[in-house]
């Protein structure tokens, strides 16, 4: 038996609860990581680089939010794809899969930056950034699009490790890169006194570093799942199977993340101090939504592979599991990080009015943060059946053109 199945979790067979919470917990804590990248940002620049600084950035943590959702959903087919292979045991179809997906990450990734790096000064007019953070805003915005190819790479050879069980190697990746992000953000903001340039060249070395670890783990998997950079080229069926699911996955994160944008927007017109009380809040909802996407694409994997195996009775099994696990678990951290309240939000910003604007956020938003399980679970397990289209209508109708009509 070859390491990378020892790694593996076998959904096909056994007990399903601990399987999950092994599968869906390394997942979890993946998007924890990844967004500690944004939060150390953030951190740093409100506690030493100053007010406007930490609005600059977290004034476009939503656009930037925006990007990732497209490409994280856009890996959400080649996961499917390469898992729905294994279930119905089409094992030479695999291989294609895997080069078909990584081919597209590279072109995406690449395609996202350009237009990225073509409309910063646009994006940033239309959430009307402050004045006195427009500067800030638009060198980080930059920056940040400098990341993008890393990231795509990152998260479609991670949606393949996913795939056939593995989701602690994308952990371990995004693990090294969130230390070395860290180090570097100090080094570059304080010593060196880079500012807010040190702290997105930062981030782009991080994320450099997190692709190439992802990349050189599918480079070590055993066949059919090894990824060939000589074979890397682009298939047509598997193209069409990861573009069908993958972009109206797509679609609906980079909707959803519009939809904040515009409320951002809204926050905006209030100051530096509502930026920053939301800014810092935002990270706290994101670590609770992380745990409902974890269970999520719990659900996406362990479906794909029993509905390609026709376990139908496993799949509404894998459903009810992973709907528990997300419900129990975003209820918990609503009530723990609004119980912390200022102290929670110290961590990122020492204003007492950003305070004031980040606890009306609290309690309006991160408490009530665990009803996102109740869509995004079932959309889960329905896009591990093929099915990406439904649940993405009913999410952008229910979650972004309602909420956007309410804000107007």
């Not at 993340?257 to 951002?264: F, G, K, R």
């Amino acid at each position: 038996m070859g390491k990378s199945k020892r790694r593996n979790i076998d959904m096909l067979n056994g007990p399903l609860p601990k399987k999950i919470l092994l599968f869906a917990i390394p997942l979890a804590l993946t998007s924890i990581l990844q967004q500690l990248l944004n939060s150390a940002d953030a951190s740093i620049a409100g506690r030493f680089l100053g007010g406007s600084a930490l609005a600059g950035i977290g004034g476009v943590s939503p656009i930037s939010a925006m990007f990732v959702n497209l490409f994280v959903g856009l890996s959400i087919g080649a996961n499917v794809v390469v898992a729905m292979r294994i279930g119905n045991g089409q094992m030479q179809r695999v291989g294609a899969a895997v080069h078909t997906a990584m081919a597209l990450a590279v072109i995406v990734g690449l395609a996202l930056m350009a237009c990225g790096l073509l409309l910063a000064e646009w994006i940033l007019d239309a959430v009307a950034m402050p004045a006195d953070s427009y500067g800030d805003g638009l060198l980080y915005l930059r920056l940040f699009f400098g990341t993008v190819p890393f990231m795509t790479v990152y998260n479609f050879a991670s949606a393949i490790l996913r795939a056939h069980g593995d989701s602690r190697r994308p952990l371990y990746a995004l693990a090294v890169a969130a230390v070395l992000n860290i180090g570097l953000n100090f080094l570059f903001a304080g010593p060196l006194g880079w500012g807010v340039a040190g702290i997105g060249v930062a981030t782009i070395i991080a994320c450099a570093a997190c692709a190439a670890l992802a990349v050189a783990f599918i480079m070590r998997e055993d066949e059919p799942y090894r990824f060939h950079p000589r074979q890397l080229r682009i298939t047509g069926p598997e193209l069409r199977e990861i573009l069908r699911i993958g972009i109206p996955a797509g679609i609906q994160g980079a909707v959803f993340s519009l939809s904040n944008t515009v409320v951002q927007a809204a926050i905006n017109s209030f100051g530096s101090a509502a930026i920053a009380g939301s800014a810092a809040t935002l990270n706290f909802e994101y670590y609770t939504y992380f745990f409902v996407n974890a269970f999520a694409q719990t659900a996406v994997t362990f479906t794909s592979q029993n509905y390609a195996a026709r376990n139908v009775e496993r799949c509404r099994t894998v459903y009810r599991w992973c709907q528990l696990f997300g419900l129990a678990s975003s209820l918990a951290l609503g009530i723990t990080f609004t119980a912390l309240g200022r102290t929670a939000l110290s961590i990122f910003t020492t204003d007492p009015v950003a305070w004031g604007f980040g606890m009306m956020r609290m309690w309006f938003i991160e408490l009530l943060d665990w009803m996102t399980s109740l869509y995004d679970v079932p959309a889960g397990a329905m896009r591990g059946m093929g099915w990406s289209t439904l649940p993405a209508v009913v999410t952008i109708f229910g979650s972004c053109v309602l909420r956007i009509a309410f804000v107007a």
